[in-house]
C-alpha cells in the first residue's frame, strides 16, 4: 500500500525512514496548520498528495510555508469576560473556589453555544457531563488545597487517571466557550494557552494542583524510604512550557 | 511550531529520547495517478463518533470513521499536556481532512475518497500496533483503496 505521511518531528521520522513524509513546521495537535482556513490546510494536503507523483525514495520534504496564525495575528486575541475577582473575607482556598465557580458561570452560556453551533463537544474523558462543571470545579479546588473531598457523584472510576481526565474536561470546556466569544477570529493554540494558565482562575487552579500533588507524591517517596511510591506519577494538567507560574501582576 | 531548537530545552530532549523501534528500510510502493487514487486517511489523533467507545490509555484497536461522516458526531480522546484540542474543537479538518479530500475528488484532483478511514490512539508504543495496522492494511485493500495518508496529531 503506497503511504504520504505527514511528519511533525523531523528528527522522529529520520530514524524511522518511511516512504513518503511531508514535515510541517506547525503547533502539536494541527497537521494542516490553520482552522478554518481550507485554502492553507488544501495547500498542505496537496502537497502531501504530491508525494505520490515520487517514483523512488524514501523521501522527507519540508513544508516551505509557516502556519498564518502567527503570535502577532494572535497577539489580539483576549476573552471578553473579566477575571471574577477574590473576596478578601474568606479563606484563600475558599475565594478560589468562588471565584472560580464565578468564572465557569460566566462561560456557561458560551460553551452552550458552542455545543448548539458545533453539534458535539470534546467534555466527557471523566465520563461526567457538563452540568457537573461545579462539582468538578470545587473539588479541584479542594485537590489542590490539600483536602480530601468526597468524588463527584457518577464518576465510573476514582483514581489519579480521573483527576487527569477531569483537568482535561475543564480544558474542553473553556476553550470551547474560549472559540464561541464575538471576535474576528478564534485564539490560535499559544495564545489559548496563555489565556487558560495565565489569566484564568482555573490556571490558578491548575498550578495549585500541580504543586500540591508534587509535594504529596515527594512526601509518600520519602515514607517509602526515599524509593518513589507504587502507581502513577502525580498528575500534572501544566504543559512543559508553562511550568513558570506567571508573575502575580500578570493575573 | 514544532522545530525542536524553538521548544524548552527540557521538552526537546524528552522528544528526542522517546524510544523508536527499527523498521528497517521502507519498502516502496508504486502510486497510481493521482487522477486515479483512492484515498484513506489513517490518524492518530484518538478520533471516533460520540457513539463509539473512547480511547483508552495506550490501546492498540483503531476506530472505524466512514467516507460520509457528519463532523457534529466526530470527537477525539486522544489528550496530551503537551498539546491541546483546540485546532479540532474549532475545525476537524486541520487534523482530519476528510472533507477536504472530498472537495478535491470533486475537483477531479483524486480518483475517490476511501468508504471507510481509520484513527488510532496517539500515545501507544507503535509496535503494539503490529497486528492491527496489518488488519487495517487489508481492510483498505478491500475498500479498493491504492493510496494512505497516516496523520499524526
Known amino acids: ?251 | 511550531m514544532v522545530r525542536l531548537k524553538d521548544l524548552p530545552t527540557e521538552y526537546a530532549a524528552h522528544l528526542l529520547s522517546l524510544p523508536i523501534a527499527d523498521y528497517g528500510p521502507s519498502p516502496w510502493a508504486e502510486a497510481p495517478d493521482l487522477k486515479q487514487a483512492r484515498v484513506a486517511i489513517i490518524s492518530t489523533a484518538g478520533l471516533h463518533r460520540e457513539s463509539d467507545a473512547k480511547f483508552a490509555g495506550g490501546a492498540d484497536d483503531y476506530r472505524l470513521i466512514p467516507g460520509d461522516l457528519d463532523y457534529s458526531e466526530l470527537t477525539m480522546s486522544h489528550v496530551s499536556v503537551d498539546f491541546d484540542r483546540s485546532g479540532f474543537q474549532q475545525d476537524p479538518n486541520v487534523l482530519f481532512p476528510l472533507e477536504l479530500l472530498r472537495k478535491l475528488e470533486a475537483n477531479g484532483e483524486i480518483g475517490s475518497a476511501a468508504s471507510w478511514h481509520y484513527s488510532f490512539m496517539g500515545a501507544t508504543d507503535p509496535t503494539r500496533m503490529d497486528e492491527t495496522a496489518g488488519q487495517v492494511a487489508k481492510l483498505l485493500k478491500e475498500d479498493s483503496v491504492t493510496a494512505a495518508i497516516l496523520i499524526p496529531v
Not at chain 1, 487552579?205 to 524509593?227: P, S
Open chain 1, 1 to 251: 500500500m503506497p503511504t504520504a505521511a505527514i511528519s511533525l518531528i523531523r528528527e522522529h521520522t529520520e530514524q524511522i525512514n518511511p516512504s513518503r513524509s511531508l514535515w510541517v513546521p506547525f503547533e502539536l495537535g494541527r497537521p494542516l496548520g490553520a482552522p478554518n482556513n481550507p485554502e492553507f490546510q488544501l495547500g498542505v494536503l496537496r502537497s502531501l498528495l504530491g508525494l505520490f507523483e515520487k517514483e523512488s525514495g524514501p523521501v522527507i520534504e519540508d513544508y516551505p510555508h509557516d502556519s498564518p496564525v502567527t503570535e502577532e495575528s494572535d497577539a489580539a486575541w483576549s476573552c471578553v469576560l473579566p477575571l471574577p475577582p477574590l473576596e478578601s473575607t474568606s479563606t484563600p482556598a475558599e475565594a478560589l473556589k468562588q471565584s472560580l465557580l464565578q468564572e465557569v458561570g460566566s462561560l456557561a452560556p458560551w460553551y452552550a453555544e458552542s455545543v448548539r453551533r458545533m453539534g458535539r463537544s470534546t467534555f466527557g474523558l471523566s465520563g461526567l457531563t457538563a452540568d457537573s462543571m461545579p462539582e468538578i470545579a470545587a473539588f479541584m479546588v479542594d485537590v489542590a488545597s490539600g483536602e480530601d473531598p468526597d468524588w463527584p457523584p457518577g464518576l465510573p472510576e476514582q483514581n489519579a487517571r480521573t483527576i487527569r481526565y477531569m483537568a482535561d474536561d475543564l480544558k474542553a470546556y473553556y476553550m470551547e466557550a474560549a472559540n464561541e466569544q464575538p471576535g474576528s477570529s478564534a485564539p490560535g493554540g499559544e495564545r489559548m494557552w496563555t489565556w487558560l494558565y495565565h489569566e484564568t482562575r482555573l490556571g490558578q487552579v491548575f498550578y495549585d494542583l500541580r504543586d500540591q500533588l508534587a509535594a504529596e507524591h515527594a512526601e509518600k517517596t520519602v515514607a517509602n524510604g526515599g524509593e518513589r511510591p507504587p502507581g502513577p506519577p502525580p498528575p500534572n494538567p501544566i504543559p512543559t512550557r508553562y511550568a513558570n507560574r506567571p508573575e502575580p501582576a500578570a493575573r
